[in-house]
């Protein structure tokens, strides 16, 4: 759950939120989805590196989600 505060927080702020939000979903995901992940990677091709897959995925993730909040709906 977010806390009420950020709404009195600035945009640097949001941007913690969010990438604790998505550390917080990537190690989940590592967590408990360890049979689903790698079951993906081995379809993925050309990805040799899960790890590195991650990581440019949280980047996007980020700023997909700090634009979403710079520029609402």
Same mark, same amino acid.
């Given at each position: 759950? %977010? ?5 009195? #927080?600035? !945009?640097?702020? =949001?941007?913690? &939120? &969010? /990438? =604790?939000? %998505? *550390?917080?979903? &990537? +190690?989940? =995901?590592? $967590?408990? @989805?360890? $049979?689903? %992940? /790698? ?5 993925? #091709? #050309?990805? *040799? $590196?899960? +790890?590195?897959? @991650? %990581?440019? @995925? +949280? *980047? *996007?993730? !980020? !700023?997909?989600? =700090? !634009? ?6």
């Amino acid at each position: 759950m %977010i806390e009420p505060e950020i709404a009195f #927080g600035d !945009l640097e702020d =949001c941007m913690e &939120v &969010v /990438e =604790c939000y %998505i *550390k917080f979903l &990537v +190690k989940y =995901c590592l $967590d408990n @989805l360890a $049979d689903d %992940i /790698e079951f993906f990677a081995n379809r993925q #091709g #050309g990805q *040799k $590196d899960l +790890k590195e897959y @991650l %990581i440019r @995925l +949280k *980047k *996007k993730l !980020l !700023l997909y989600f =700090c !634009l979403k909040l710079m520029i609402p709906d």
